[in-house]
């Protein structure tokens, strides 16, 4: 069992930035491959990014790509993704994912969700 608290969530200017985090409690989190996905009012739920267990291996959404950078610290146990050059269609609730032997865009494949932190981007 892994529990998932996001955090980091706010309200920015478009242009600016921020850094979400996921810290997982738990067993095994370095076995994980970790995700984060987002869910903007009225659509379904999106892949953003994506980490293999080593965190040598990353996946993003081409709508995110050059701007968003996930990362992790299996010491600390918590995923990040750090967000820049933010937009008004970034605007979503924004939860973090793991997955047992698998990573990548599938969200089905990811067993463990936290409760979602929602970033706002103002025009």
């Known amino acids: 069992q892994v529990q998932l608290v996001e955090s980091g969530g706010g309200l920015v200017q478009a242009g600016g930035s921020l850094r979400l985090s996921c810290a997982a409690s738990?067993?095994?989190?370095?076995?994980?491959?970790m995700g984060w996905f987002r869910q903007a009012p009225g659509k379904e739920r999106d892949f953003v990014a994506a980490?293999?267990?080593?965190?040598?291996?990353?996946y993003y959404a081409d709508s995110v790509k050059g701007r968003f950078t996930i990362s992790r610290d299996n010491a600390k146990n918590t995923v990040y993704l750090q967000m820049n050059s933010l937009q008004p269609e970034d605007t979503a609730v924004y939860y973090c994912?793991?997955?047992?032997?698998?990573?990548?865009?599938?969200?089905?494949?990811?067993?463990?969700w936290g409760q979602g932190t929602q970033v706002t981007i103002s025009s």
């Open positions: 994912a793991a997955a047992s032997q698998y990573v990548g865009y599938d969200q089905s494949r990811y067993r463990y």
């Open positions: 738990g067993r095994s989190f370095s076995s994980y491959a």
């Open positions: 980490i293999n267990w080593r965190g040598d291996n990353t």
